[in-house]
């Protein structure tokens, strides 16, 4: 019954944006911390950014500092990851999960996950 739906993904050149989506049925995310994470070819699944119930965010990958962004829209129940200037090393496929604790520091398991949305950066 408590899902999260990843959607946004696809391919795009070097250089390009995409931004990716988080939609929450069956709870409200006003109380969640919500990660996006990601996992590339032959490598292990990574979190990349965290967003709190308050709103403060936090960076766990160095590679997308500057580029990427996490925000939420708790009217519409929704995350997004705003990605620009992407490159190859970004190609993933791009997981959101929801932490019960809400808050992006604290050592909790993440509860809920969505199936992931494809990411290809490719000319």
């Known amino acids: 019954q408590l899902q999260l739906v990843e959607s946004g993904g696809g391919l795009v050149q070097p250089g390009g944006s995409l931004r990716l989506s988080c939609a929450a049925s069956?709870?409200?995310?006003?109380?969640?911390?919500i990660g996006w994470f990601r996992q590339a070819p032959g490598k292990e699944r990574e979190v990349v950014q965290c967003?709190?119930?308050?709103?403060?965010?936090?960076d766990y990958a160095d590679s997308v500092k500057g580029r990427f962004t996490i925000s939420r829209d708790n009217a519409n129940n929704t995350v997004y990851l705003e990605m620009n200037s992407l490159n190859s090393e970004d190609t993933a496929v791009y997981i959101c999960?929801?932490?019960?604790?809400?808050?992006?520091?604290?050592?909790?398991?993440?509860?809920?996950w969505g199936q992931g949305t494809q990411v290809t950066v490719s000319s």
């Open positions: 069956g709870f409200t995310l006003d109380d969640y911390a």
């Open positions: 967003i709190s119930r308050s709103g403060g965010r936090r």
């Open positions: 999960a929801a932490r019960p604790s809400g808050y992006c520091s604290n050592l909790t398991p993440w509860k809920y």
